[in-house]
């Protein structure tokens, strides 16, 4: 029943809550000050050790406890005084979690940023885009990283927005129904820099929707990211060959020697569907739980930070895979010959210029096609005609992609001032 191994990610945070704790406690006049501080001071030295608890403890709460018995006598046990593991491990997987979202986000917006600077660079850059696996339409790499940005922007907005969730204390809560201890839980909210309390206390200690919400925009983030990585893998294939990576992000294979697999997308594709398990297990294990803790929640937990781990690393990876991405112009301008990718603009045309329905316009197109013909205009044209809103036209792109960056450095900002405002809090606690 030991969560001690998963408990090595909460060891810091743990530490935070039990020093807010005993500050608290000592607020309220409930131990003595010279105990109190003698606590907090074998508490600040703990977190300067490494974890390293021996197996008979069932979790990093009692190995703590017990260390500070061991170290300062009978009077290390003041700290179990409304304190309930319930309210602690809650407390200290906000911590944590609020962290990891800031990671997170800091990776999208580096993500963003590569994304934006390559649209620019490659708003001329055509590509055939696919529907149905299948030559579709004429646009550009720069048009595909505006999609990439626009979906790791609305992950971004989610992101901040289940901070929010994730950012409130529970501390004091007891282990459902609160404490006889007249604990100010504000004041422990603030020294945590929590922005409030979680405030019903079996809802504090026994839920897990914070975690829940954080895990499944991530892995639905992911799921749509991986989308993309299987374009770049098709635009890779030899037999396509529109796009070059740079050779850290492929392999060749130990007896084939002409082989460039693409290494980086698949690792991450694969680790993708684990984080797809992963938020498979937490809802699986939460859902026959009563509204109160139970320890099924405690094996909920590692999965949450795999999924978390997972989201950081890969994007991090695709990020520095867009920075080395080119476009094969020769090889896409061969297949623009080839299929009929702007047969739609040419019937759209048709039916406005012979002022005929455009369903006349797609069978006479449909037949050119049928006899071999190849009806067009020239991908380049079709592309800088269109003023349509979020098309590839390259002026649209650039323009929208130098407005996103200038909005992508203020939310870069927000996040900094997020991560200082936690950093100077933590550093606080833990005496500077
Ligand atoms: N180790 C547990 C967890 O990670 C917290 C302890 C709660 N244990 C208990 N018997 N109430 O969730």
Redesign the pocket.
Known sequence: IS?LI??SEIYRETILTLIAHVNELNKVGALPSNDAEAIINTLRSLAKEPYKPSDEY????EYIEAMLIQRLGNSGGWIGLGR???DH?ATALRLRLRRLIIEIASSIIELRRVALNKAIETADAVIIGTTHRQPAQATTLGHYMLYLDELSRDFLTNLLSIYETVNKSPLGSG?LAGTMVKLNRVREAEELTFNGIVENTAYATGSRYFMLAAASITVSYLVELGRFINNIEMWLMPQLNYVTLEPSHLATSSIMPHKRNPATLEVFRARIGEAVGHLTSMYSIERPVEAG?Q?D??EE?RHAWLIMRIAIDGVGIIADLLRGIKVNEERVKEDLAKYPVTAAEYAELMSMSRGIPFRDAHREVAVMIKEGKNPGINPVEAIRGKEVLGSPNPSIVIESAKARLIELSSIETRVKELEVRVNKAEAELMGG
């Open positions: 969560s998963d408990d069932e979790d990093v709460h309930s593991r319930n491990v282990p803790y320890l929640l405690q937990t």
